[in-house]
């Protein structure tokens, strides 16, 4: 079983940046295709982002795209997240996840993917 361990997280004013890390344990990553999620306080997962094998195709979710940049070292089992602009309404507990198979390319859908990490959270004061 694949171990993803996010780091970045923290408190942060409105406008500022913060970089979120997930890396994953043992060999294979370099052929998972990887996920960014958030799930504010009593609401639903939701993709942020997503990253193929390759690195070569992304997705964004609207709200933040031109501010989120989803990226990848390969080298060093580790997917990131960086978050520009940030706005209160992107206060949640982020994660990340990973489709084993490389099945799914740029998937939204958290039923896709097969491990997760345990979560950091983010949050934007006004």
């Known amino acids: 079983q694949v171990q993803l361990v996010e780091s970045g997280g923290g408190l942060v004013q409105a406008g500022g940046s913060l970089r979120l890390s997930c890396t994953a344990s043992g060999r294979g990553f370099s052929s998972y295709n990887m996920g960014w999620f958030r799930q504010p306080t009593g609401k639903e997962r939701e993709a942020v982002g997503a990253?193929?094998?390759?690195?070569?195709?992304?997705y964004y979710q609207d709200s933040v795209k031109g501010r989120f940049t989803i990226s990848r070292d390969n080298a060093k089992n580790t997917v990131y997240l960086q978050m520009n602009s940030l706005k209160p309404e992107d206060t949640a507990v982020y994660y990340c996840?990973?489709?084993?198979?490389?099945?799914?390319?740029?998937?939204?859908?958290?039923?896709?993917?097969?491990?997760w990490g345990q979560g950091t959270q983010v949050t934007v004061s006004s």
């Open positions: 990253i193929n094998w390759s690195g070569d195709n992304t």
């Open positions: 996840a990973a489709d084993l198979r490389g099945t799914w390319g740029v998937a939204t859908r958290p039923i896709l993917y097969d491990s």
